[in-house]
């Protein structure tokens, strides 16, 4: 599977490590070719099973230079892109 389309759930599960802050998850996958990291933007709520992630950063070399949700949310709206946090309720 790709992980530009993998299901929070499914990360969670195969996470070296995770990333929370009020922004949401960022969730850190390590395979053959480095470390990735996949944003699930969903504020203080936890996203659902089955939601993709809102971007995908790697590979890196290591766990540096990965940014929490809160960096990648601020570059994300540098860029131009809308705000990505989602309300569940």
């Known amino acids: 599977m790709d992980?530009?389309?993998?299901?929070?759930?499914e990360a969670r599960k195969q996470a070296v490590k995770v990333l929370e802050d009020g922004y949401g998850d960022a969730v850190i996958?390590?395979?053959?070719h480095g470390y990735w990291?996949?944003?699930?933007?969903?504020?203080?709520q936890v996203p659902p099973p089955e939601a993709p992630p809102h971007w995908m950063e790697g590979p890196f070399p290591g766990e540096e230079g990965i940014r929490s949700p809160y960096e990648m949310q601020k570059f994300l709206e540098e860029q131009g892109d809308f705000t990505y946090l989602n309300d569940v309720d």
């Open 37 to 44: 990291a996949l944003y699930y933007l969903y504020g203080f």
């Open 29 to 32: 996958l390590k395979d053959a």
């Open 3 to 9: 992980y530009s389309e993998m299901p929070y759930q």
